[in-house]
């Protein structure tokens, strides 16, 4: 059952709308912190260090030049093809997302620059139903890693996900084949693509696109795994260790390339997109 | 509505009465062919009208034929081959060479055990990352040689736990996908109990996907999205059906190519019947792929891929 038709599709811009708290408490140290500074800063706590969760919008930011943002994505919105309801319907699921999130889906795709370079950027907003990847977000991935082949630059997905959204259920399933086919491509013309993986990266996503990254940078403090706490307690009932699915767990078991500061990551970007444009 | 194991019971005691009637000399004939009438129509209503938690109880039926019951029937030569090369060999996904009608293929296939000791070692079906990657070894293999990919999907789902996700599970799951699309060879893959999520679709991302009539098919368990989404395991009826997890619906949706008919009741209540009419699917399939060309047959595959999904377009 189609939804939103007789809406127009919104571009995404990275415009600020005033905010109106000048202070907020550091949940971390207990701090009052002067919000601007925090803004300034990354979301990072001036005075304790500790992440305060970036919405997508403050992500592409916080790794691009300034002002070469452009909205390059498909004008699409979810559909319910299971016409799914569970305590909420899907469609009251997806406009209270919206709502929430100021965003038609659950990821942003642009062209942008870092230092000049230009790339294709995809990022998950995980406000925006946890994140997870329906028919929307993996034709958004393939739709990127197109206009990325087109412009013959490299594709950088910034993931935050709980994984595969339920509510689509088989048709999300297959969106892990979907990117995955589309994902060959880029290679095929070798063109880098960088997957950086940030709190969390799980499920179906980490088991797909997320983990077919040329290069793979996690953010530290990412949550790096394929099945949570939850679902192994329930199924096998196993002791884990305290950095279970951490960056540390998941960079000492090989499953990424590096991990960064946030502060660090756009410059990992800059290194190892400079790196693959040399000479060509 | 009667369950199974009712009708089950009724059968052994119709059983009974027959092995009584040529004993005793009674004539009880024509009380056996009422009974075993009345059977039939139980039956038959039992199963024509099955909800989706019930296809979901059969998919898991612990009678129920696994890949081995299937490839003993179809493949008489299949020759096993073991291990990823790398770190162990996975009994929850076995990988050999055999014939089908006249051509040589490879198949890959997840194993349930039957019993508690065979369970231990076949991990209940569920696949680590070494399985994985024998997969991805044999789909290697297969490449080299031009032999035609047969997957037998039936798993709960990857198995999930420390050693999994030391192994990077995520990985391997995704480098198989990446595998099992790059490939130059048909391939034919047949759900035939559970298909459990990511685990499920390692080996399942292929040229033509086949399921059987009471199987399932789910990007989670209806157990899963009961405790995630209603905060209630209990209510796994609403989710199965919610899921849209049957043959039927998924044929419905255009995810599934072809549904392949069970007997009544279940695959269990006649191995042979069913191995011989899911072998005719395969050869069905596989014999339109191998007409293809190779370039027409890669571009079919990329655009089933590339084109699944269902979303609104709307003005720019």
Redesign the interface.
Known sequence: MPIFKDRQYFRVNLEKKADEALWMRCKSCGELVFKRRVRENNNICPNCGEYFFLTAKERIESLIDEGSFEDVSSPIVADDPLEFQDSKSYVQRLEDAQEKTDLPSAIILGSATISEIPIVIGVMEFQFIGGSMGSVMGEQICHGIEEAISRHCAFILVSSSGGARVQEGVFSLLQMAKTTAVRARLAQRQLPFISVMTYPTSGGVLASIASLGDVIIAEKGAMIGFAGRRVIKDTIAEELPKNFQTDAFAIEHGVIDRVAKREDLRGELETVLRFFQEER | MSDERTLDLLETKIQELRELNKQDGIDLSAEITKLERKLATLREELYTNLNDWERVRIAREPRRPYSLDYIAEIFPNFYEIHGDRLSGDDRALLAGLAHIDGHRIAIIAQQKGRTTEENKERYFGMVRPQGYRKARRVMELAERFAFPIISFVDTPG?Y???E????????A???S??CM??LTVPTVAIIIGEGG??GA??IG?ADRVLMLENAI????TPE??A?????DKERVK??AA????TAPK?HE?G?IDDIVPEPLGGAHKNLQETARTLKEHVVRHLDELLAMSDEERLEA??QR??T?????????
């Open positions: 990857a999930p736990g420390l999994s996700e030391e192994n990077n599970i995520g990985g799951i995704a480098a996908i990446a699309l790059g999520s990511g679709l390692a991302a098919y789910s990007v989670i899963g999205a405790a995630i989404l209603w905060k609403e989710a919610a899921l849209k997890l998924l949706l995810v595959r990329y891929y590339r699944v999904g269902r979303y609104s377009i709307l003005k720019d």
